[in-house]
């Protein structure tokens, strides 16, 4: 019913910062509540934050809330996430998400191929 397609991932210094987006196809975007994951290889995959279908709410992951935002903008059918502080335990595969039943809790339908961001020290 949707498709999703990331970019803007890359290497940044620590304390860097870098903006990831998400493009979105398909049925219209703003049924649809966003998120993003994230993981790296060994690891769970991890809940970054998530945004409501009209941006009025948005959930982060204590381990993210302060430094990064996310945002939306519906008319372009794009979803962001602003990521400011980096560390390097940012480093992983960020995966933008959306899904059809609202942020209690956010439970994503749809996943993208994921892009990679690297913080070095």
């Known amino acids: 019913q949707v498709q999703l397609v990331e970019s803007g991932g890359g290497l940044v210094q620590d304390g860097g910062s870098l903006r990831l987006s998400c493009a979105a196809s398909?049925?219209?975007?703003?049924?649809?509540?966003a998120g993003w994951f994230r993981q790296t290889p060994g690891e769970e995959r991890e809940f970054v934050a998530a945004?409501?279908?009209?941006?009025?709410?948005?959930n982060y992951a204590d381990s993210v809330r302060g430094r990064f935002t996310m945002s939306r903008d519906n008319a372009k059918s794009t979803v962001y996430l602003e990521m400011n502080s980096l560390k390097l335990s940012d480093t992983a595969v960020y995966y933008c998400?959306?899904?059809?039943?609202?942020?209690?809790?956010?439970?994503?339908?749809?996943w993208g191929q994921g892009t990679q961001v690297t913080v070095s020290s």
């Open positions: 998400t959306a899904g059809s039943f609202g942020l209690s809790p956010y439970h994503p339908n749809y």
């Open positions: 398909g049925e219209t975007f703003s049924n649809y509540a």
């Open positions: 945004i409501s279908r009209f941006g009025r709410i948005t």
